[in-house]
């Protein structure tokens, strides 16, 4: 196939069709060959992909005898795998990583929390596969010079140690020592007997060790050839022979072709066209080309700048979308891609942002298009991902409400009977909503299923969620199979056996896969706690995905930006440009820094940043190009990629080549698709809401109200509307938080305890009293299940204490505790109206008189509150003066008061009885009841709210925002 020596290096230029390019080649040197010349022919190919390529480019025809196609990181041949060891599972060896680290912690507690022992262990797994790619033995990197960081280094290399011992020769390798080893049994056979047929690397630019050595070797063989991709023909020399650096060059795009050309020692222009294909857009390649070349040289921007084509001409393919919101930038690139559907356009999605494509992929999926994502799902986030980590979940820490109906709800959960599984569900649900259970246990859920006649349902409740933390360290086999079989166990049901559909379809298979392997390998994991374990497999499944199987759209995919060299489309989306995202920020490294690994002979973080450049500069010759960015993310500025910036500052530099001309213009064409998203997600107008003042009939109108819901009437009667002639409730919060609702009902509940046991005992009320009974009411986890704020509140009743001791003395002495939590009701006869009422406290002085007590936990309201608004105490004395109360028959009401109990300021508030004497104020009641019995009256919204800024129940049926408190109500009558 070849004549003349070597070595031999021939590439395509960006935007070239790669497999298809280099299939033709091969048909063009083979021309007059016989058929089975190209059967002899080896291509060592960079990825799945390019190999899938290649295929079909054979298949589009001429009729040919395929050659052999291999990846490059499988270069052991059948004869070759069976004289070496066969590799360790990535899992095993990652297991015993974990395992050596666990004791190396257990042993030096200080090096590193145990909350970072799957951290540690996964850096240092990649730490020792890429030693063994690269050839860097541990005895290298112990040597490195530190002498200015010795403290963090004798600590780093306390961990490198432990991997020593993975390195000796007689060690069961894993799959990048495999590759390692692979690699130099094959170069010692093709040294003493080179092959005469063909041997040809093709798609990769010698990124790893082993490839890079594997590219050296077959370029210098008799009938070997490197074919790179995505060639820069249009970088000056000048800029190949910089490229000696590492710490300053390898951020280039073409840094890694320069460094193989440069120890082959050819130069660029020795770097034959394999095949005469064009690329797409020469032009803007030049363009490209230029931006991006290396800081050091910028300045080449003026020189060659001006000897550049028309910038409009060569950018005229090119949009340039920079969307307010990444919400903004998914819905322009789909509604592109929709276009492109709907034309038989080929077009590709590339970015590394999987948050983008899913954005993008449910907008589509709007208009029934799927696309071909080829890197799947994250398994962590399909349904069986998600329930297996719920499951491992529920050994860590006490049964919750919440992490019970997250199950039980799952569609998962529960497969045989589904329809009353549902049923029970939600029943179950109010009624933890109605009684606060914060953590329910099992002889309640067993109480409760009982009553309701679902003991079978309540009993597997019980046996498969409750009490199953363990905090116990057990082997990582019995976490497996304690989680498998409560997982198994919880999808199938009640009184059913199996799984259920746990491990059915695609994203099934590939869990119970990550399960089997996870239990065949388990023997080599460490003992470990059960948050630990939950820990580990979210680890181990947060790196799976899961492949399409749904039908996709033929043109129509998305591609991550290591595809794009062997997946040519007529348009490009590039999107996610920016700092952080696309190039993505190199992690921190907790081995070593950058001049150490320079020193050691490992990659450098810029790696990843120069092959990204590369696979940016591919993308970016498509035909058609889309560039987006969001300029803002989470509310934060975001920085445009370097690339972008380096583009519009390159163009915005050249008024004489019509440079900030052809930004405007791509700039412009982005604008037009990000009008058309904001058109796609206009509301339809609608006329705002007026201010509600609904007026049902007078039947329908509430005839019983309590004494705290008189202060809703007068300030908000559309809340009462809603209450009682809607018959609405806010649902109840499913955990019940430590709120002031909370705290009011527990103290009142200390109070109630503290007083009437001292009037029983015939002894004062003490600041001991009261602190004993709080502790022993806000320390049940029953009462209030969150042990911090237990604490303090404890406080907040230690520092009214004394002040509630002092004041209750004198209430003792002026009148004697009588009723708690006393119950009334008055009747209005002529208007059919009831009104009830509960009094924290009323107390009888030796006059026969009533003494009304309320308890607030916070501020009280003022004597002017009460006089117009807040009339609960007003209310209460004049129901004790009309006989409300049963067994309570005072002379008169003496007094009435709030307890206001607020730590920073505790007080007592009178209610103003003279300037509001009890018959005045239910004349007045009698008087508000009455207009409301009219059925021209309506329930105004908001109608005398204390403050703009309170939040009522239902402000959002009220459709408050779209009417003000300054609008005027107009009373609307219902049928």
């Given at each position: 196939?070849?004549?003349?020596?070597?070595?031999?290096?021939?590439?395509?230029?960006p935007g070239v069709d790669f497999p298809a390019a280099l299939v033709a080649g091969l048909h063009a040197r083979l021309s007059g060959h016989p058929p089975e010349a190209m059967a002899r022919v080896t291509l060592f190919v960079n990825s799945d992909r390019t190999r899938k390529g290649i295929r079909a480019a054979f298949d589009a025809g001429p009729p040919a005898l395929l050659p052999r196609i291999r990846m490059v990181t499988d270069l052991a041949d059948p004869v070759l795998r069976a004289r070496l060891t066969p590799?360790?599972?990535?899992?095993?060896?990652?297991?015993?990583?974990?395992?050596?680290?666990?004791?190396?912690?257990?042993?030096?507690?200080?090096?590193?929390?145990?909350?970072a022992l799957f951290d540690l262990s996964d850096s240092l797994a990649t730490l020792m596969e890429e030693m063994h790619t690269e050839g860097v033995e541990p005895n290298r990197v112990a040597r490195l010079d530190v002498s200015d960081q010795s403290g963090h280094w004798q600590r780093a290399l306390r961990f490198i140690r432990i991997v020593q011992g993975f390195f000796d020769s007689d060690a069961a390798p894993d799959r990048a020592a495999h590759a390692r080893r692979a690699l130099m049994a094959r170069l010692d056979a093709w040294e003493n007997a080179p092959p005469s047929d063909p041997v040809i690397v093709a798609g990769s630019t010698g990124s790893r060790g082993t490839t890079h050595a594997l590219m050296r070797a077959?370029?210098?063989?008799?009938?070997?050839?490197?074919?790179?991709?995505?060639?820069?023909?249009?970088?000056?020399?000048?800029?190949?022979?910089?490229?000696?650096?590492?710490?300053?060059?390898?951020?280039?795009?073409?840094?890694?072709?320069?460094?193989?050309?440069?120890?082959?020692?050819?130069?660029?222009?020795?770097?034959?066209?394999?095949?005469?294909?064009?690329?797409?857009?020469?032009?803007?390649?030049?363009?490209?080309?230029?931006?991006?070349?290396?800081?050091?040289?910028?300045?080449?921007?003026?020189?060659?700048?001006?000897?550049?084509?028309?910038?409009?001409?060569?950018?005229?393919?090119?949009?340039?979308?920079?969307?307010?919101?990444?919400?903004h930038e998914a819905l322009a690139i789909a509604l592109r891609l929709r276009q492109a559907a709907e034309d038989g356009t080929r077009a590709a999605l590339v970015t590394p942002d999987r948050t983008l494509t899913r954005q993008v992929t449910a907008v589509l999926q709007r208009w029934g298009i799927v696309p071909d994502d080829s890197a799947g799902r994250p398994a962590q986030v399909t349904a069986p991902g998600r329930f297996l980590r719920h499951v491992a979940q529920l050994f860590t820490e006490p049964l919750s409400a919440e992490a019970l109906l997250t199950l039980l709800k799952?569609?998962?959960?529960?497969?045989?009977?589904?329809?009353p599984h549902l049923l029970n569900t939600r029943d179950l649900e109010l009624h933890l909503r109605a009684k606060g259970w914060a953590y329910p246990n099992a002889p309640a859920l067993r109480v409760w299923g009982e009553a309701e006649k679902r003991g079978a349902w309540t009993d597997w409740l019980a046996r498969c969620f409750c009490d199953q933390e363990d905090t116990a360290a057990r082997p990582l086999a019995a976490h497996v199979a304690r989680h498998v079989a409560l997982a198994e166990a919880i999808a199938a049901g009640a009184g059913a056996t199996g799984?259920?559909?746990?491990?059915?379809?695609?994203?099934?298979?590939?869990?119970?896969?990550?399960?089997?392997?996870?239990?065949?390998?388990?023997?080599?994991?460490?003992?470990?706690?059960?948050?630990?374990?939950?820990?580990?497999?979210?680890?181990?499944?947060?790196?799976?995905?899961?492949?399409?199987?749904?039908?996709?759209?033929?043109?129509?995919?998305?591609?991550?930006?290591?595809?794009?060299?062997?997946?040519?489309?007529?348009?490009?989306?590039?999107?996610?440009?920016?700092?952080?995202?696309?190039?993505e920020m190199p992690g921190a490294d907790p081995w070593l820094n950058r001049a150490l690994r320079a020193e050691a002979g490992l990659l450098l973080p810029e790696r990843r940043i120069g092959l990204s450049a590369h696979d940016f500069q591919i993308a970016a010759a498509a035909p058609k190009i889309w560039l987006t960015r969001s300029t803002k993310s989470d509310d934060a500025e975001t920085v445009p990629s370097r690339w972008l910036n380096r583009l519009a500052n390159l163009l915005s530099g050249l008024p004489s080549r019509d440079g900030p001309d052809a930004l405007d213009q791509m700039k412009a064409r982005g604008r037009h698709w990000l009008a058309l998203a904001r058109a796609a997600e206009e509301p339809l107008r609608t006329p705002a809401a007026a201010r509600p003042s609904p007026a049902p009939p007078v039947a329908a109108r509430p005839d019983k109200l309590s004494v705290t819901e008189i202060k809703r009437l007068v300030r908000d009667p559309y809340a009462i509307y809603a209450k009682h002639v809607l018959r609405l409730r806010p649902l109840d919060p499913l955990m019940r938080p430590p709120d002031a609702l909370l705290r009011g009902i527990l103290l009142h509940e200390i109070l109630e305890n503290v007083v009437r046991?001292?009037?029983?005992?015939?002894?004062?009320?003490?600041?001991?009293?009261?602190?004993?009974?709080?502790?022993?009411?806000?320390?049940?986890?029953?009462?209030?299940?969150?042990?911090?704020?237990?604490?303090?509140?404890?406080?907040?009743?230690?520092?009214?204490?004394?002040?509630?001791?002092?004041?209750?003395?004198?209430?003792?002495?002026?009148?004697?505790?009588?009723?708690?939590?006393?119950?009334?009701?008055?009747?209005?006869?002529?208007?059919?109206?009831?009104?009830?009422?509960t009094a924290d406290r009323i107390d009888i002085d030796d006059r026969g008189g009533a003494h009304v007590y309320d308890y607030k936990t916070g501020q009280a309201p003022t004597e002017k509150q009460q006089r117009h608004f807040d009339k609960q105490l007003?209310?209460?004395?004049?129901?004790?003066?009309?006989?409300?109360?049963?067994?309570?028959?005072?002379?008169?009401?003496?007094?009435?008061?709030?307890?206001?109990?607020?730590?920073?300021?505790?007080?007592?508030?009178?209610?103003?009885?003279?300037?509001?004497?009890p018959e005045t104020v239910w004349a007045e009641f009698t008087a508000l009841i009455a207009a409301y019995a009219d059925p021209d009256k309506g329930y105004t919204a908001r109608r005398a709210l204390l403050s703009d800024a309170d939040a009522g129940d239902y402000d959002h049926l009220a459709r408050f925002g779209e009417w003000d408190v300054t609008d005027t109500a107009k009373p609307e009558p219902l049928p």
């Open positions: 196939m070849f004549e003349g020596g070597g070595p031999r290096v021939f590439a395509l230029p590799p360790v599972p990535p899992l095993r060896r990652r297991l015993e990583l974990t395992t050596l680290v666990a004791r190396l912690l257990q042993a030096e507690p200080d090096l590193a929390p145990r909350a077959v370029a210098g063989l008799p009938q070997g050839a490197v074919v790179l991709p995505g060639f820069d023909t249009a970088l000056p020399q000048k800029v190949w022979d910089g490229f000696d650096d590492p710490l300053t060059g390898e951020d280039h795009p073409q840094y890694r072709l320069g460094r193989l050309l440069a120890e082959l020692d050819l130069k660029a222009r020795d770097v034959a066209p394999w095949h005469a294909a064009p690329a797409p857009a020469p032009e803007r390649n030049a363009v490209i080309s230029l931006a991006l070349r290396p800081a050091p040289v910028t300045d080449q921007w003026m020189t060659e700048g001006p000897s550049l084509p028309p910038l409009p001409q060569a950018m005229a393919g090119v949009t340039l979308v920079e969307a307010p919101a990444p919400r799952h569609p998962l959960c529960h497969e045989a009977d589904r329809g799984a259920g559909a746990l491990w059915d379809r695609a994203a099934g298979r590939t869990l119970l896969r990550i399960v089997e392997d996870l239990r065949a390998e388990a023997a080599h994991g460490t003992d470990m706690t059960a948050r630990d374990y939950a820990a580990l497999f979210g680890a181990i499944v947060g790196r799976e995905e899961v492949p399409e199987v749904d039908p996709t759209h033929p043109d129509i995919r998305i591609l991550g930006p290591l595809e794009v060299r062997a997946a040519p489309a007529e348009l490009m989306i590039l999107a996610g440009l920016n700092e952080g995202g696309w190039p046991d001292a009037r029983d005992a015939d002894r004062p009320v003490t600041a001991q009293d009261l602190n004993a009974v709080a502790r022993a009411i806000l320390s049940d986890p029953a009462n209030l299940p969150f042990p911090s704020v237990q604490l303090l509140w404890r406080a907040r009743v230690s520092r009214i204490a004394d002040w509630f001791a002092r004041t209750e003395a004198v209430r003792s002495a002026t009148a004697r505790p009588a009723h708690f939590e006393a119950r009334g009701k008055a009747i209005i006869p002529e208007l059919a109206f009831t009104l009830t009422g007003l209310l209460e004395a004049a129901m004790i003066q009309r006989g409300a109360f049963e067994n309570l028959a005072p002379d008169h009401v003496a007094r009435a008061l709030f307890i206001s109990l607020s730590p920073s300021d505790p007080k007592e508030v009178p209610a103003p009885l003279e300037d509001a004497p």
